[in-house]
């Protein structure tokens, strides 16, 4: 059964761009590697300016799968270089009943 994973993503100053055209490329790394179903990724924009994107795993043992694969690894180490990782408590969005987000297309998102 699949597992619904949320990543939130604090760019760096001036590197929203960058990291948008990373996140896509490393979901590509992730549907080629077998590690996610064909359920689209959803990716959001918080007030503050951080990125969500919400995708499912294939079960429970494709993260891990995922994280030793080295091709991950360095889509990882790319993410690093210009932005952080946030929990979901950091955002204010969260506080609320019904948290709202800006949407983000993913124009280039095509199901394999």
């Not at 969500?52 to 270089?81: G, H, T, Y």
Request: aromatic fraction near 12%; hydrophobic fraction near 40%.
């Amino acid at each position: 059964m699949g597992r619904i994973f949320l990543i939130i993503y604090n760019p760096h100053k001036g590197k929203e761009q960058e990291l948008l055209s990373i996140v896509k490329s490393g979901y590509v790394l992730l549907i080629d590697g077998g590690y996610v179903t064909d359920r689209p990724p959803i990716l959001m924009k918080a007030k503050n300016g951080n990125l969500l994107l919400i995708f499912e795993w294939k079960d429970s043992n494709s993260k891990e799968m995922a994280q030793a694969d080295p091709a991950i690894q360095e889509q990882w180490k790319r993410v690093s270089k210009v932005s952080e990782f946030e929990k979901p408590d950091s955002l204010m969005e969260f506080s609320d009943v019904f948290p709202e987000f800006e949407a983000i297309p993913w124009n280039d998102y095509a199901k394999k």
